[in-house]
């Protein structure tokens, strides 16, 4: 397992140390072209070692986001399936528990590695920690949903004439309803279409660590710190000997690569005997979520609302003594919230917001006709039928993150449906 020293002694005179975080487009542009079309190739054809490398910004974009239906994905039962190992900066790391027990071997070789070729070399690989690990998707859309709650309210409340129409909860839902729209020419609403277009670089999969915490935009920093380090042949083999990935972009992230013979005994140890056994027990397929999501959503935003904003005036002044009238908006609960508001309601409201975020472009009649099929399923108690219906009509990621059904990037991907775009569906 001798180190490789051509890279490194090569190191101060190679062409392209692409330093890309730079304001000039242009310069961005030929740094990163430097990077992908001569760097990563000077590494792997000077490396005496297979290096396993991993691209989460193309193929794998979606690794650990989607099961083998094509469904977006997150992990269940927490507590019992992850591994925590300490705190950083206050947050507490976990990852998958077999992933975990793979890191941990890993670290353990390459240590001795390094002590039996006596390297005195003090870097990244000396002494592997993790830093970003996993984290909690419900936590990342509620935070991304609280600031449209919150920029609605400032909006709102800049503008008597706006704030005094949501009167109770009823015209709330209403006109919150046109704020999302607007930004649907952007920014998804729903919590599938969420996770897939945002791509929060797996964390959330609990597949998907970092052992350090530099700048991705620095292409300097991966050359010198990284691939031209004296100890990364040997972590390159750690890593397939282990089971994991090597992100391209990120040589600091390293993924748990489950098609790797060397990770098959890591996951029968937790009596997980393939990759659809681990998708089926242990994560959940989003959009079954979608609507209850929706729900809370709503319920969360008029909460912010109201708050401190319980009265309102309406947009006349009282005739008895020219005196402005205060009215009262009333605070509910969620159950009250949402019982004038029957599953039906809400089954039409999510096919409105999925029609835009994936580019449908549906019609109204179009639109009808799959709502009426999705509510006679509801009128029966089925609604979890409904929303896999509702799934398989909508579920085309090349339209809402740029990938096609085999998840490979594609080029030109159009925005998100607007009414310049499409048909103004009256929900």
């Given at each position: 397992?001798?180190?490789?020293?051509n890279?490194?002694?090569?190191?101060?005179?190679?062409?392209?140390?692409?330093?890309?975080?730079?304001?000039?487009?242009?310069?961005?542009f030929?740094?990163?072209?430097?990077?992908?079309?001569?760097?990563l190739?000077?590494?792997?054809?000077?490396?005496?070692?297979?290096?396993?490398?991993?691209?989460?910004?193309?193929?794998?974009?979606?690794?650990?986001?989607?099961?083998?239906?094509?469904?977006?994905?997150?992990?269940?039962?927490?507590?019992?399936?992850?591994?925590?190992?300490?705190?950083?900066?206050?947050?507490?790391?976990?990852?998958?528990?077999?992933?975990?027990?793979a890191?941990?071997?890993?670290k353990?070789?390459?240590?001795?590695?390094?002590?039996?070729?006596?390297?005195?070399?003090?870097?990244?690989?000396?002494?592997?920690?993790?830093?970003?690990?996993?984290?909690?998707?419900?936590?990342?859309?509620?935070?991304?949903?609280?600031?449209?709650?919150?920029?609605?309210?400032?909006?709102?409340?800049?503008?008597?004439?706006?704030?005094?129409?949501?009167?109770?909860?009823?015209?709330?839902?209403?006109?919150?309803?046109?704020?999302?729209?607007?930004?649907?020419?952007?920014?998804?609403?729903?919590?599938?279409?969420?996770?897939?277009?945002?791509?929060?670089?797996?964390?959330?999969?609990?597949?998907?660590?970092?052992?350090?915490?530099?700048?991705?935009?620095?292409?300097?920093?991966?050359?010198?710190?990284?691939?031209?380090?004296?100890?990364?042949?040997?972590?390159?083999e750690?890593?397939?000997?282990?089971?994991?990935?090597?992100?391209?972009?990120?040589?600091?992230?390293?993924?748990?690569?489950?098609?790797?013979?060397?990770?098959?005994?890591?996951?029968?140890?937790?009596?997980?005997?393939?990759?659809?056994?681990?998708?089926?027990t242990?994560?959940?397929?989003?959009?079954?979520?979608?609507?209850?999501e929706?729900?809370?959503?709503?319920?969360?935003?008029?909460?912010?609302?109201i708050?401190?904003?319980?009265s309102?005036?309406?947009?006349?002044?009282?005739?008895?003594?020219?005196?402005?009238?205060?009215?009262?908006?009333?605070?509910?609960?969620?159950?009250?919230?949402?019982?004038?508001?029957?599953?039906?309601?809400?089954?039409?409201?999510?096919?409105?917001?999925?029609?835009?975020?994936?580019?449908?472009?549906?019609?109204?009649?179009?639109?009808?006709?799959?709502?009426?099929?999705?509510n006679?399923?509801?009128?029966?108690?089925?609604?979890?039928?409904?929303?896999?219906?509702?799934?398989?009509?909508?579920?085309?990621?090349?339209?809402?993150?740029?990938?096609?059904?085999?998840?490979?990037?594609?080029?030109?991907?159009?925005?998100?449906?607007?009414?310049?775009?499409?048909?103004?569906?009256?929900?």
């Amino acid at each position: 397992m001798a180190i490789n020293n051509n890279i490194n002694s090569e190191k101060n005179y190679f062409p392209a140390e692409s330093k890309n975080s730079t304001e000039s487009t242009f310069i961005l542009f030929e740094a990163r072209q430097a990077y992908e079309e001569i760097t990563l190739p000077y590494i792997l054809t000077k490396s005496k070692y297979a290096i396993p490398i991993n691209d989460s910004y193309i193929n794998n974009a979606l690794y650990g986001f989607i099961d083998l239906d094509g469904d977006a994905i997150q992990p269940i039962n927490i507590l019992n399936n992850f591994k925590s190992f300490g705190n950083i900066d206050g947050t507490e790391n976990k990852i998958q528990n077999f992933v975990a027990d793979a890191y941990f071997e890993m670290k353990l070789f390459l240590n001795n590695a390094i002590s039996q070729q006596n390297i005195s070399e003090n870097t990244i690989f000396t002494n592997l920690q993790i830093y970003n690990n996993y984290e909690d998707y419900d936590r990342l859309y509620r935070n991304y949903h609280f600031f449209f709650a919150k920029e609605f309210k400032d909006k709102s409340l800049d503008n008597n004439l706006n704030n005094s129409k949501i009167k109770d909860h009823k015209s709330f839902i209403k006109y919150y309803t046109k704020f999302l729209k607007s930004k649907l020419k952007n920014l998804p609403v729903t919590k599938s279409s969420t996770m897939i277009y945002f791509n929060f670089f797996t964390f959330p999969s609990g597949l998907v660590f970092d052992i350090a915490k530099d700048k991705a935009d620095n292409d300097e920093i991966k050359f010198n710190n990284y691939f031209t380090d004296p100890i990364f042949n040997v972590f390159s083999e750690a890593c397939l000997r282990f089971g994991f990935n090597i992100d391209k972009n990120i040589p600091w992230r390293l993924n748990a690569n489950l098609n790797s013979p060397a990770m098959q005994p890591y996951l029968r140890k937790y009596g997980i005997s393939n990759i659809q056994n681990l998708f089926s027990t242990r994560y959940k397929k989003i959009f079954f979520d979608d609507v209850k999501e929706l729900k809370e959503l709503f319920y969360r935003a008029y909460i912010i609302f109201i708050d401190n904003n319980l009265s309102y005036e309406p947009s006349y002044k009282d005739i008895c003594g020219n005196k402005i009238t205060l009215y009262e908006r009333k605070s509910v609960t969620y159950q009250e919230f949402i019982k004038d508001f029957p599953n039906q309601f809400w089954v039409r409201l999510y096919t409105y917001f999925k029609n835009y975020e994936t580019q449908k472009n549906l019609t109204q009649v179009q639109f009808d006709n799959i709502v009426r099929e999705a509510n006679e399923l509801v009128k029966i108690g089925n609604i979890d039928s409904a929303l896999i219906y509702l799934n398989n009509y909508f579920k085309d990621y090349k339209l809402v993150s740029g990938f096609n059904k085999n998840l490979t990037l594609i080029d030109n991907v159009p925005e998100l449906a607007t009414n310049d775009t499409g048909y103004d569906i009256i929900l």
